[in-house]
């Protein structure tokens, strides 16, 4: 097959990307301990997987309370920040481009992973399903204390910050995590948010933190050096919504305003596929001002369908670019990828994640 348009230049902002096959980030729970701090291992992995068109970091907690993982890094401290610009640089000195994802968990954490171990904070008192990894293993996740409203401010001026952390830590831009199960989510799903204030109850309430959130970070950064993801039909983490598609086009036409970079979209998330529900993903693309970037199950093939087809613009891959390092190269030839060992995806140390080998440099 060709792949013409996989292979296509195209303008992010200021950015010429030299293709459209993007890095989605992808959680891997490697940082240096104590304290969360990215590190040369790090540095590494992202260098070896520079030559996608843009990569963007794994999530990333823009503070102590917005963690929900044992071992993810964060960008509030400055040996954070300091561990970061070892990445930056190095996929930098590549010739790539890499975006910071600023990650707030809300309830998907544990009072294990909180400062002074407290609970973890959500838009309404309601537990996810599962557990929580935190360092001493596997816990029941707990049900969460509903933040009070004077509280959103300061959630707020923890994404403001982070957005600044990433400028001093040499990211190109940053992509504002609103998908997947997580604190911005939680605000715009009606299954988790329970609120009676102007943060809940109508579609134009539960959007307000995102889009709030979205003006902090653009006060901060221009628009066309941000990205947003977010999952419509997404079920992971525990979430419904009683009518995604009004919801999602009321909040990517009030998106517009801020004119972002890029558009990310889950649109199919985990093993197989899960996501049946119907949703009209093209609305979406029709609706939003900037360039559509579709994530969720793609290949080479159907990666180029889509373009061809406009139905998106770039293609984020995540799980073949763990095992894959030279996934664009590996693409444009019709070479086989390696199958990536799920044993191995998340803490650890080099195996499963720097030794995948590339085809041509070691
Ligand atoms: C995960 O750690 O499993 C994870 C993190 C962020 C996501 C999705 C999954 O958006």
């Known amino acids: 097959m060709k792949f013409d348009h996989l292979f296509s230049e195209i303008k992010l902002g200021d950015l010429s990307l030299s293709h459209r096959i993007v890095m ?24 070896q997987r520079s030559s996608a068109a843009l990569i963007i970091s794994e999530a990333t907690q823009i503070s102590p309370q917005g963690k929900g993982y044992a071992f993810t890094p964060g960008i509030h401290s400055d040996e954070q920040i300091s561990g970061w610009k070892k990445v930056t640089d190095a996929v930098h000195e590549q010739g790539g481009y890499i975006f910071m994802q600023l990650w707030h968990v809300g309830r ?55 957005a600044i952390n990433a400028k001093k830590a040499g990211f190109d831009g940053v992509e504002i ?12 799903k009606d299954g988790t948010n329970k609120r009676s ?57 009030k998106l517009n305003q801020f004119n972002l970079a890029y558009l990310h979209i889950v649109e199919k998330f985990g093993e197989g596929g899960v996501e049946v529900e119907k949703f009209d993903f093209e609305q979406l693309r029709h609706t939003f001002n900037g360039a559509y970037m579709a994530n969720g199950g793609y290949n080479g093939e159907s990666a180029e369908k889509s373009l061809s087809n406009d139905k998106s613009d770039l293609v984020a891959f995540g799980v073949p670019f763990i095992s894959n390092p030279d996934l664009p190269q590996r693409i444009k030839q019709g070479a086989s990828l390696t199958t990536a060992n799920a044993d191995t995806f998340y803490g650890g140390q080099e195996e499963g994640y720097i030794d995948y080998p590339s085809m041509t440099a070691g």
């Open 24 to 47: 989605a980030p992808l959680t891997r729970c490697r940082s240096s301990q104590p304290g969360d701090i990215p590190n040369d291992m790090n540095a590494e992995y992202y260098r």
């Open 108 to 162: 998907v954490s544990h009072s294990k992973l909180q400062p002074d171990n407290t609970l973890p904070v959500a838009p309404s008192a309601i537990a996810v399903e599962g557990q929580a990894f935190t360092e001493e293993g596997m816990f029941d996740f707990e049900t969460p204390r509903a933040l009070d409203l004077s509280e959103i401010p300061g959630i707020i001026e923890q994404y403001r910050l982070a």
């Open 177 to 188: 995590h609103a998908a997947n199960g997580y604190l911005l989510e939680q605000f715009i």
């Open 197 to 253: 204030d102007i943060y809940g109850g109508s579609i134009e309430n539960r959007v307000r933190l995102a889009l709030e959130v979205t003006q902090a970070v653009t006060d901060v950064w221009p628009g066309d050096k941000v990205g947003i993801r977010i999952s419509p039909t997404g079920k992971f983490n525990s979430m419904t919504d009683s009518n995604p598609q009004a919801v999602y086009h009321y909040l990517v036409e």
